[in-house]
């Protein structure tokens, strides 16, 4: 019977880990932070993560990371709540690892005031890429 839960765990901990919404919301909000002034004064709302349409890549995960953040200015009093997104593709390390790893795509922090109904170069608006804000 030990042999048994033996050979089930080795086969558990040897299976791929496959990227989650979880994951890839903690790996977008380190990112935002570090393109902030002070990376450790980030504050966090309402981020949530909108899959891509159409994925490619069984067993990957690509989308937008969207919410709010606020961090602290060259004065070192925090800003308002500003929209941001970041676009991540996740895949699985490998058979033999349980983490992910991961490219970023485009991202902006809305830091100058645009609204989230705003039209970037590309064309899209922030609605387009991260579904409408949920209210707070």
């Given at each position: 019977m030990k042999n048994v839960f033996l050979c089930a765990f080795a086969v558990l901990s040897l299976t791929a880990c496959k990227p989650t919404e979880e994951k890839a919301m903690q790996l977008g909000q380190k990112e935002i932070a570090q393109g902030l002034k002070d990376p450790d004064s980030a504050k966090f709302k309402l981020v949530r993560f909108n899959r891509d349409k159409t994925q490619k890549?069984?067993?990957s995960l690509s989308g937008y990371v969207c919410g709010r953040v606020a961090g602290k200015n060259s004065f070192g009093a925090y800003v308002g709540y500003q929209p941001f997104?970041?676009?991540?593709?996740?895949?699985?390390?490998?058979?033999?690892?349980s983490g992910v790893t991961y490219t970023v795509g485009d991202k902006a922090i809305y830091l100058d005031g645009r609204t989230e109904e705003w039209i970037d170069v590309d064309g899209n608006t922030y609605v387009n890429r991260c579904g409408i804000t949920p209210t707070e």
């Open positions: 890549v069984p067993d997104y970041i676009h991540l593709a996740l895949t699985p390390k490998g058979t033999f690892s």
